[in-house]
Structures are given as C-alpha cells and as structure tokens.
C-alpha cells in the first residue's frame, strides 16, 4: 500500500480516476438515498426534512478530502487540478444521483473540455513553462 502511495507521489499524480469515480459514485449513491429518504418520509406523514442539507454535507466532506490532496513541496504548491477535479467529480455525482441527466453530461463534457484543449492550449503559449516540458 505504501509503496503504491510513494509512486503516486512520485509520478505528482493525488487522485487517479478509480478516486475520482468513486467520488461521483458516493455522491450520486447518497443523493439517491437522500431522496428516497425524502419522499418515504413524507408519504408517511410528512415529516418537515429538507434533501438539500445532503448537498451541503457532500460538499463539506469533499471539500476536505480536496484539500488533503494538495500539498506544498520546495516552493510550490501542488496537485491544485487534482482537488479541483474532485469537486468536479462530486458535482457530477449528485446531479447524477439527482436525476439531472443533461446537467451531469454538460458537467462531464466542460470538464473534458478544461482538461484536454486548455492543457494543449496552455502548452503552445511561447514562454510557458508547460511548454518547456516542465
């Protein structure tokens, strides 16, 4: 386990795609769960609850699982896309676990967009240290 940790560091690489598919996964799962929670609830009686408390939490929770993924190392501060990308991997999950098909598929798509042609983009700029193969 260690040794799988230390290469990730290695490589600069904080979360990899199983974390950020687990992270959409969970947020879609208790989204759903909230929900359900929500209307079992209120055909019983109608009890005064509120699912969007749910979203709160999630994004309390992620936000400190984002944070443990950045660190600082000889001047620098790293892994900010990997945290960013795990917000948008819980956004995605509780528009997914919230029915909002076309708002989890515009979600996905300008984050493939940011992270595939702004990182192309950013390596044609003259001067650029992402251009320097740095």
């Known amino acids: ?5 230390l290469d990730r560091e290695m ?11 687990l992270v959409a996964l969970s947020s879609a799962l208790i989204s759903v769960s909230a929900f359900m929670v929500y209307e079992d609830l ?4 109608g009890a005064n609850v509120d699912p969007l408390r749910v979203v709160q939490g999630l994004a309390q929770a992620v936000g400190f699982v984002a944070a443990g993924a950045i660190f600082f190392a000889k001047g620098e501060v790293h892994n900010l896309t990997s945290a960013a990308n795990i917000w948008l991997a819980a956004a995605v999950g ?9 708002l989890v598929l515009a979600g996905v ?17 003259p001067g650029s240290a992402k251009g320097n193969g740095e």
């Open 1 to 5: 386990m260690t040794d799988a940790i």
């Open 11 to 21: 490589r600069g690489i904080a979360a990899g795609i199983r974390t950020h598919a």
């Open 42 to 45: 209120q055909a019983a009686g």
């Open 94 to 102: 509780i528009a997914a676990g919230s029915g909002q098909t076309i």
């Open 109 to 125: 798509g300008f984050g493939a967009i940011i992270l595939t042609i702004v990182r192309v983009l950013e390596r044609m700029i």
